[in-house]
């Protein structure tokens, strides 16, 4: 299975992109890992959060593809612990889905459009961080997960 993260806009910060790609690159043996961003819609005076999202939206779900997985990062969604990432990992594995799609909202979050099209909501539970840093924290669970799959001594419990 392959793994896209699918973020809206890139990140600012040199050493976060860089930690996403090494956390995608290690995915290689487990089907290869890749980084897509769209670009963010531009805050206005005028201009509602829900437009925003909405605009965020459409570019996000363009980048889908039907036989996608997705699992969209949302702070009002479920938090998993290492061991579930891993369940949840193996499961979308037999589904005979071909990409996993990781999707991270820009500052204010994922449209209800997106969130609707994703087969699971993940949070990383009550504290708010930077949505460059979700990203991050993402890949790397990821990682982590096709580890403990794998068998391998990264993850220790």
Do not use: C
């Amino acid at each position: 299975m392959k793994h896209l993260l699918l973020t809206v806009g890139k990140p600012k910060a040199a050493y976060l992109a860089e930690g996403m790609d090494d956390y995608l690159a290690r995915l290689k043996p487990y089907g290869g890992g890749a980084r897509a961003a769209v670009r963010q819609a531009k805050p206005g005076k005028n201009r509602a959060g829900a437009e925003v999202m909405a605009e965020e939206a459409q570019r996000l779900l363009a980048r889908l593809e039907p036989r996608d997985l997705v699992w969209a990062l949302d702070r009002k969604g479920k938090a998993w612990s290492s061991g579930q990432w891993a369940k949840n990992l193996e499961q979308a594995r037999m589904s005979g889905k071909s990409r996993l799609v990781l999707v991270v909202g820009g500052p204010l979050g994922l449209d209800p459009t997106v969130l609707a099209r994703a087969e699971a909501r993940v949070s990383f539970g009550p504290p708010t961080m930077a949505h460059e840093l979700a990203a991050l924290v993402a890949t790397e669970q990821l990682y982590r997960a096709s580890t403990i799959l794998a068998g391998l001594p990264y993850h220790r419990a």
